[in-house]
């Protein structure tokens, strides 16, 4: 069993930054994919990026256009994601995600765990 605790959101500017963190439990994290998504009010999840379990393949959805930077730390067990020049609609509940494989997918039914959110409010 694997626990993910997300940390770093909070209210922002438009054209700030955060950075959030997922902290994971367990010894087998660098053998997982790790994935960030996010969910509005009323809208289904959506992915937002994934990084392999070495960090050699990463995904990002697209519409970030580079703002969103994903990152992982398997020392530390702890996957990030920085955020810059956040817009309004980047207003969300953001997920981390774990899959017991080492190659990432966008699709959030093929991940394993979830944490429980942290949200992320960007105000215009």
């Known amino acids: 069993q694997v626990q993910l605790v997300e940390s770093g959101g909070g209210l922002v500017q438009a054209g700030g930054s955060l950075r959030l963190s997922c902290a994971a439990s367990?010894?087998?994290?660098?053998?997982?994919?790790m994935g960030w998504f996010r969910q509005a009010p009323g809208k289904e999840r959506e992915f937002v990026a994934a990084?392999?379990?070495?960090?050699?393949?990463?995904d990002y959805a697209g519409f970030e256009g580079g703002r969103f930077t994903i990152s992982r730390d398997n020392a530390k067990n702890t996957v990030n994601l920085q955020m810059n020049s956040l817009k309004p609609e980047d207003t969300a509940a953001y997920y981390c995600?774990?899959?017991?494989?080492?190659?990432?997918?966008?699709?959030?039914?093929?991940?394993?765990?979830w944490g429980q959110g942290t949200q992320v409010t960007v105000s215009s």
């Open positions: 995600a774990a899959r017991k494989v080492a190659y990432p997918v966008r699709d959030p039914q093929r991940y394993d765990y």
């Open positions: 367990g010894r087998t994290f660098s053998s997982y994919a």
């Open positions: 990084i392999s379990s070495n960090g050699a393949v990463i």
